[in-house]
């Protein structure tokens, strides 16, 4: 079967298309959007995301600030920079980028900053707000699956959709989302039996787990389409026998994509997408402030 590749980095330029016209009105109105990066510690990976998002904001017009903070940081000083910056009113947007040391507690860290300004939407509040229907601060990551997901022309309503991976983050806002579209979903996770058997009659399979190759071929349904949101490094043998770190993502491409309607490459699929998600909440969440600062005005004047 001929697959159809879903191309990420072009469904994101179009994204960034839409973004940069709804930013040029802010600025003429004297809104100027401005993203804080919180980075704790060394971590490569997280390196490669913060310049992918600073050129990215770079490109269209977003002050992109990064603050960098040594392993030994204290929990109460991240909490008070948070506080400083909830308090601020030219910042528009923060960003905790993962993973953080062990020694803070993530999800403390991670509610303490404003559901207006979390532009990432991992607050518990925002990822609490699409049980009812409001996703326009979800998560990015998840957005951008069911995005790319949409892209492909399938009608989500009764869709049959198999979740592989339930974290807090990725996986079960997905569901909801999905759910919310009124597509079946089964969330699948490491103790789910016969996995296989879930993902063989699914219209759709979504895969966020960080386990390269977990999904082949065999297990997908001729037709179906393969979201693949893992990013994993693997070393494979180059030429003249050298060692190559190559990143893959948690699906089996080769084998895949002989099978599959639609299937997201990686890179290129949904990573680029998360990215001009992140921009466009990042351009909602003032577009929210812009709105809440004229209501009170209003309030005043009367």
């Not at 310049?51 to 960098?68: A, F, L, M, P, S």
């Not at 351009?283 to 005043?300: G, H, I, L, M, T």
């Amino acid at each position: 079967m001929e697959h159809n590749l879903i191309d990420g980095r072009e469904k994101a330029r179009i994204i960034l298309e839409d973004v940069e016209t709804r930013l040029r009105a802010l600025l003429e109105l004297g809104w100027n959007p401005r993203l804080v990066s919180l980075n704790i510690g060394d971590d490569r990976a997280t390196e490669l995301y913060v310049r992918n998002q600073k050129r990215t904001c770079d490109k269209v017009g977003i002050t992109y600030e990064t603050r960098n903070y040594d392993s030994r940081v204290t929990e109460s000083e991240v909490l008070a920079t948070i506080q400083a910056l909830n308090a601020d009113p030219r910042v528009t947007g923060i960003i905790l980028q993962r993973p953080i040391p062990r020694t803070l507690d993530l999800r403390k860290i991670q509610n303490a900053i404003h559901p207006s300004k979390d532009v990432e939407g991992m607050n518990a509040q925002n990822i609490g707000s699409i049980v009812y229907g409001d996703f326009d601060l979800g998560p990015c990551t998840s957005l951008a699956a069911v995005h790319l997901l949409r892209s492909t022309g399938l009608n989500l309503e009764g869709l049959e959709v198999v979740m592989v991976g339930h974290s807090e983050i990725v996986g079960k806002p997905i569901a909801l989302l999905l759910v919310e579209a009124l597509a079946t979903v089964t969330l699948c996770h490491h103790g789910t039996r016969n996995l296989n058997i879930h993902t063989r009659r699914a219209d759709a399979v979504i895969v966020a787990v960080g386990k390269p190759g977990l999904i082949t071929g065999d297990m997908i349904k001729p037709g179906a389409a393969v979201i693949d949101i893992g990013i994993n490094q693997v070393e494979v043998s180059g030429p003249h026998g050298k060692v190559e770190t190559r990143v893959v993502g948690d699906v089996d491409f080769e084998s895949a994509c002989r099978v599959a309607g639609w299937i997201t490459p990686v890179p290129g699929g949904v990573g680029p997408v998360t990215v001009a998600m992140l921009l466009n909440n990042t351009v909602v969440a003032v577009e929210r402030q812009k709105k809440r600062y004229e209501e009170n005005v209003r309030q005043d004047i009367q």
